[in-house]
């Protein structure tokens, strides 16, 4: 069964940090390219972050230099970790599979808010 599991979001002060980490089942992480999406109030579903198989990231222009994604292939998880947040990076955050797109998880809620 395929599963895809985020979690470490949470209310954080403009300025603030959070490390969310997903974890994934079901599917051959290791041939995967990861990503990490957000969406926002009324807004569509967006890519913020990408990470290859050899380990090459990609950032959202919004994110250059704040956002940091990392993977461990040995547990099937992918991480974002996040600082100087904004209250725009206010979103739900979802991990998935840009390879082999899966079905979405619930999410992770990250606050942004003083």
């Known amino acids: 069964q395929v599963q895809l599991v985020e979690s470490g979001g949470g209310l954080v002060q403009p300025g603030g940090s959070l490390r969310l980490s997903c974890i994934t089942s079901g599917i051959i992480f290791r041939v995967n390219t990861m990503g990490w999406y957000r969406q926002a109030p009324g807004k569509q579903r967006e890519l913020v972050a990408h990470?290859?198989?050899?380990?090459?990231?990609v950032y959202a222009d919004s994110v250059k230099g704040r956002f940091t994604i990392s993977r461990d292939n040995a547990k099937n998880m992918v991480y974002l970790q996040m600082i100087s947040l904004k209250p725009d990076d206010t979103a739900v955050y979802y991990c998935?599979?840009?390879?082999?797109?899966?079905?979405w998880g619930k999410g992770t809620l990250v606050t942004v808010s003083s």
């Open positions: 990470i290859g198989i050899g380990g090459n990231t």
């Open positions: 998935n599979s840009l390879t082999y797109p899966v079905g």
